[in-house]
């Protein structure tokens, strides 16, 4: 026992065993253990996160109230709030029904799966920017919130991470609040905030994100690199209103320019016609020019099945002759360019297409430039707050990404100053170099 409270947090440890349900055996196991104490690590994240930023924009809860900043709530505030006090019912009549093993794993999911892995990543724009606006203070009013309620439904069950946090993160904001976690009632629920329909809605979204994200992976593309569109034809009335009204975070979350609403027939418009030779009859007909046809008809496929569709009949020279194709010889199939990729799901049909533009491109090589950016100021332990200089050098794709970027780069890495030549060798510069999709670049960057 003594060795398992020395490799895990005693909360993690109390989490685990209230997550297994009361009336069965315990399973020990160490894997299961390993697991909460990665979702600790997730909880750390989310109050850092939230901490970090209200700070740096000196948010105050008791001036920027839910209910003042009510009017500025974006569908997925209102989301969020829904599924958090719909976790607060369901974890009252869990504890009153002697279940802390559900209720136990309703917060944990809330936290690693509707915070985390969704919330925070559709805001991180709106909170980002510099400017003291309304729609980041109903961001910062909607985290605190839930985050601030979160911490009293988990006060019985992490008590010392709730009292921690709650001492770092509510007690600095809120002047009323209590001298302890302990010392707070439980949040009540609120059927007034609970959406049904928009959570169907966002459960939607999350799933067609899931769709899109597997199918850009087997496309072998990279999330930070931007594909033109998505085309959804929706199964459902659902499907439809949720696309139309969540689409901007479709869009945002699988990086695509424009999540199209189609049509099984608008889908269909996206085939072509592919020409298909016909061999069990080329080779009767030209025998040992067989070879010298097929290689004809290749060299020339889009005329030879453009006359076919026209005229039902085209030609090509074979050996200086002219020689006649038919319908016989050729045939014409619809299929979907190998550029497009397509799915079937219970809730939508989804085609992606994947055509990189030279523009989309360079945003996307500009994503990864900001990646490793970001990565060399978290080596230097700068503060998100601190500005920098940045010099890059190296492959001429990525120097003219970050040409077309510079400002879209500058803002995201609090960037002063970019360079676009070898790096000063000087005191405070720390280079190193990256290989960004096979392309070589040396980046420095310097602490002003």
């Not at 600790?40 to 939230?50: D, K, L, Q, R, Y």
């Not at 199964?235 to 479709?250: C, D, F, P």
């Not at 418009?269 to 061999?279: D, G």
């Not at 090509?316 to 050729?330: A, F, P, Q, Y």
């Amino acid at each position: 026992l003594e060795d398992l409270i020395g490799r895990y947090p005693r909360d993690a440890i109390r989490l685990w065993l209230l997550q297994n349900t009361v009336w069965e055996d315990l399973r020990f196991s160490f894997k299961g253990l390993e697991q909460t104490k990665r979702d600790f690590t997730i909880f750390w994240n989310v109050f850092n996160f939230a901490l970090t930023y209200m700070s740096l924009d000196g948010f105050d809860p008791e001036e920027h109230t839910l209910e003042k900043c009510r009017g500025d709530l974006k569908a997925e505030d209102l989301w969020l709030l829904s599924r958090f006090y719909r976790l607060v019912r369901e974890y009252r009549v869990a504890m009153d029904s002697l279940e802390p093993h559900v209720a136990a794993r309703k917060l944990r999911d809330f936290i690693v799966d509707d915070v985390s892995r969704w919330y925070i990543k559709i805001i991180r724009r709106r909170v980002w920017v510099e400017e003291q606006t309304r729609d980041k203070m109903a961001a910062h009013a909607t985290l605190y919130t839930v985050l601030r309620g979160w911490l009293l439904l988990a006060a019985p069950i992490v008590p010392f991470l709730a009292e921690y946090l709650y001492q770092r993160f509510v007690r600095p904001f809120t002047k009323s609040s209590k001298e302890s976690v302990h010392l707070e009632r439980l949040p009540e629920a609120r059927d007034d905030l609970v959406n049904d329909e928009l959570e169907s809605k966002m459960n939607v979204v999350r799933e067609l994100v899931e769709e899109i994200a597997s199918l850009r992976m087997k496309a072998g593309l990279k999330l930070r690199m931007p594909v033109p569109r998505a085309y959804i034809v929706p199964k459902s009335t659902l499907v439809e209103q949720a696309v139309r009204e969540l689409g901007y975070i479709l869009k945002d979350m699988v990086n695509v320019k424009d999540a199209v609403l189609t049509t099984a027939e608008g889908l269909g418009e996206l085939k072509h016609m592919v020409l298909k030779p016909v061999y069990k009859n080329i080779g009767p007909a030209f025998k040992s020019k067989t070879k010298l046809v097929l290689e004809a008809i290749e060299k020339e496929r889009d005329r030879v099945a453009r006359e076919i569709m026209e005229r039902g009949k085209a030609e090509i020279l074979i050996e200086g002759r002219k020689v006649e194709l038919d319908l016989s010889h050729i045939g014409l199939e619809l299929e979907v360019p190998e550029w497009i990729l397509v799915k079937s799901t219970k809730s939508a049909d989804i085609a992606v297409d994947t055509r990189i533009s030279r523009d989309l491109l360079y945003e996307g090589l500009a994503r990864e430039v900001v990646r490793r950016v970001q990565y060399m100021r978290k080596q230097l332990l700068l503060d998100i707050e601190e500005y920098i200089k940045m010099w890059i050098d190296g492959d001429r794709e990525v120097i003219e990404a970050v040409e077309h970027f510079r400002e879209y780069i500058m803002n995201e890495t609090r960037a002063r100053e970019i360079v676009t030549a070898r790096p000063e060798l000087e005191e405070g510069v720390y280079a190193r170099s990256w290989d960004i999709d096979g392309k070589t670049v040396v980046i420095a960057i310097r602490r002003l």
